[in-house]
């Protein structure tokens, strides 16, 4: 091995114990990078014969730790079935159908109740079991009760971005679920087998966000990622808490001031478009719009932003 001040030999031990990577290999990436270790990370990660060995029993052993946490999902479904069922009994019991029949209304109300309860009844049961057994219909998947509990063994904040980029290395369809196939297959590409492991990842996970390209890959990511499932647009109020969460990394100094017009003046989903091309006017218009072209082909919505913050006497363009 090469003879390394001390600066450089805590850098390379630092490569190797995040990415399981040999001393040679390291040396090699961080050499590269002028021995600045994020980009000796990006060096690293973007050679695709580079792999770090898993063991999938243990993928296995930590997906089986997270799947199935969701139990008041399966609970809610359990109590209001037994709600219908004594509301069902109560309107059912002499006294009440008594009264509806003193002001003529009973079999009306009761024919359509028992319809409303067969119907709820039957969704539910069909949700609840399986050959009669009550069974959790997402017992594969990992909720939001199981990434609750892998953040808290990784010392993160569920809120953190860094789970944004975790879900976008497992390429997650929805947020805060994890498949098998998403959650074993994001780890193995990451070369994560154990918490140890995924909490050494963490730091170049965070660096991916100071990327350019891995940015927008993963900006575009987040709109798919957070909308509800069968929508075509984000939601509102989803979309503002995207884009305060991706612009503190990027710090694009009109985010308030775009999230303040939304809620006064268009109050409605996002579409894929405006999501799309709000990063692009971030990145290439300054903040004072001096360089903001009225004739460029911007949605609508960015060109009404841009009224709204010469109007406030936002923007110093005028």
Known sequence: MHK????NRDKLQQFVTITGASEKVAYQALK???WNLEGAFDVFYSQPQVKTVTDSRHLEELYNRYKGKLNHLTSFF???HLFCTQLVAFFFSGNVVEFLEIHGHATEYVVKLRIFYDMISQFLLRRLTFNGVLVNPYADMIMVDGITLLCNDLQVDPQDI??????WHMKAATMCEFSKQE???????LGIDSLDKFHERIPYMRSELKDEQKFREIYNFAFSWAKEKGQKSLALDTAIGMWQLLFAEKQWALVDHWCQFLQAKHNKAISRDTWAQLLEFARTVDPELSNYDAEGAWPYLIDEFV?????????QSQ
């Not at 860094?162 to 879900?167: G, H, I, K, N, T």
Request: net charge negative; no cysteine.
């Open 307 to 315: 009224e709204y913050l010469n109007e406030n006497g936002i923007s």
């Open 162 to 167: 860094v789970m944004l980029v975790v879900s």
């Open 32 to 34: 590269a990078s002028d």
């Open 183 to 189: 959650f074993i297959g994001g780890l193995q590409a």
């Open 78 to 80: 359990f109590f209001f």
């Open 4 to 7: 390394l001040n001390r600066s």
